[in-house]
């Protein structure tokens, strides 16, 4: 009798519990990557806020966080994302092509190939710049200590190792002296974090390096929470364009029975409130006068080049530089 | 007989000599293990504590009562609310078959029931993932019959599952081994049913071993971080459970968040060491 009251109670228990995680309102599973955790807090804030006026309707958007890389394959092994806002267009696409949850088109879909804000990638350096680091042929030199994450996880690594490599492929002439340049400059570093996040706190928690590869938005991100003149913010002349694409999942939000909900939410994205918000958060809106000017100085001036201009395409890149036995693999001795 | 008188008797300060250190020894074998103690236990236990604590104890509440925070609690003691009792019952089942009864390949399932423990918890989560992932095994039925398993807390309850499923087990075959059935095979003789045996004989014998598994049980449960991270696919406030929680703060540069959340699971494991310590005891006593 004992036994059976106590069985009884263990389950009315986990019953009050289960039924405390459920929600009887429609929600939205955002996937993202790793540094955007602070600009969709605040968007979901905003989006949420926008859609009860609009209709009355009260929903919830849900995140999701990690490696590019990660992440993408999370959502081809089943993670039910509504949409998706990560670092690379080829991360989705492998998601449209391996699971096929998505047209192989997504990026037609949406204003500007899809791709709301931009980034690029920046130097982070330790007070006064001590090592005189300007520009990308310092990060070969003997003696600087750079910080970066692995390319093979990390969206943001594959873009500072591109940004590199495209600009020693212009100084130096030629694939051969890119691919020197390139191993010298993983020569000088010390450790390979998975993700972006990671090698900032590797850098800024831990003290490690000279120099840190960062996406602008988590150079900036940095400096605000934790380095405030401890660390500054270098741009080097020219650097790689970060086009980070969002795409409603077709297959889930017709499963969800929330497709109007989620092109809401990427269209709202585009919207004055939006792109303001990307700026505040320290992104390249794809509408700039739609944002405040005064955030809008904070980004340094740099000539920018994208993958198709250098690279052809994210597929050719991938297939040459970062799968198995790619130029990474050749390059890189731990 | 002659032998014993003939030998010379050890004198005392020989002996003390041969059967003790010298002085120097064991105070540097003690200043080795406190020593260590305090660096690799205490410090960071103190450095959790401290950081949890450092814009205040108003910071701290405020972090622990975030709704994230608040829902990766629940989640945390749901999964040990689920995974605790299972695991009470498979181990007493396993221990049951190994201890009392024969059969072939029983050496082979003694060994499986340590699986858990020696393989690597990142494997454990990625085997949940090849089976019942959307490109696993099972992906394509459980869509169709729309059952979701990975991402999603009956993912994290099945890889706390197997990753705690030895400790019951463990604790209970090698009591049960030196025990032997003689009592319940005695009640039997007597008249007793199965069921009243093993209530009456079986279980007051094993409880103290039973709930010192239990224990280790739930701190596994609660703590694990591996293989749920594995198979959590990390939806804020719906699939992250407490360890993976910290892990989220610290990136987010929420350090207070971060710290308060890990001095929990700290509290939790000093409440665990106590208890270990006093069903030790009992453990002893009986």
Known sequence: MKVKTSITAGFFVIGLLVSGLALADRTLLNVSYDPTRELYQDFNKAFTTYWKDKTGETVTVQQSHGGAGKQARAVIDGLDADVLTLAITYDIDKIADKAKLLPKD????????????????????????????????????????????????????????????????????????????????????????????????????????????????????????????????????????????????????????????????????????????????????????????????????????????????????????????????????? | MTTMTNTQPISAPTLRHVLHDPVWVKWLLTAIAVGFIILFLCLPLAIVIFEACAKGWDAYWAALSQPDAQAALRLTLLTALATVPLNTVFGLCAAWAITRFEFPGKSLLTTLIDLPFSVSPVISGLIFVLMFGAQGWFGAWLSAHDIKIIFAVPGIMLATLFITFPFVARELIPLMQEMGSEEEEAALSLGASGWQT?????????????????????????????????????????????????????????????????????????????LKSVLEWKQGKH
């Open chain 1, 106 to 334: 997504w990026q037609s879909r949406l204003p500007n190939n899809s791709i709301p804000y931009t980034s690029t990638i920046v130097f982070l350096v330790r007070k006064d710049n001590p090592k005189g680091i300007k520009d990308w042929d310092d990060l070969v030199k003997e003696g600087v200590s750079v910080i970066t994450p692995n390319p093979k996880t990390s969206g943001g690594a594959r873009y500072n190792y591109l940004a590199a490599w495209a600009f020693a492929e212009k100084k130096y002439g030629g694939k051969d002296a890119a691919k020197e340049f390139i191993k010298k400059l993983y020569k000088n570093v010390p450790v390979l974090d998975s993700g972006a996040r990671g090698a900032t706190t590797t850098f800024l928690q831990r003290g490690i390096g000279d120099v840190l590869l960062a996406w602008e938005n988590e150079a900036f991100l940095a400096i605000k929470e934790l380095g405030e003149g401890q660390v500054e913010i270098i741009a080097p002349p020219s650097s790689i364009l970060a086009e980070t694409p969002v795409a409603v999942v077709d297959t889930v939000v017709n499963k969800h029975g929330t497709k109007d909900l989620a092109e809401a939410y990427l269209n709202y994205l585009y919207t004055p409130v939006g792109q303001k918000l990307a700026a505040k958060h320290y992104y390249r809106p794809s509408e700039p006068k739609y944002a405040d000017a005064a955030d809008l100085a904070r980004f340094p001036k740099l000539e920018l080049f994208t993958i198709k201009d250098k690279f052809g395409s994210w597929d050719a890149v991938q297939k040459e530089h970062f799968d198995d036995n790619g130029v990474f693999d050749q390059i890189y001795v731990p």
């Open chain 2, 198 to 274: 093993f209530i009456q004989i079986t279980l007051p014998n094993i409880k103290w071993a039973l709930l010192y598994g239990v224990l280790l049980c739930n701190a596994r449960a609660m703590g694990e971080f591996g293989a749920v991270s594995v198979v959590s696919g990390h939806i804020r406030g719906l699939t992250n459970t407490l360890p993976l929680h910290v892990e989220v703060s610290y990136n987010e540069y929420d350090f207070v968040g971060a710290f308060a959340s890990a001095s929990i699971l700290a509290g939790l494991a000093i409440v665990t060491l106590i």
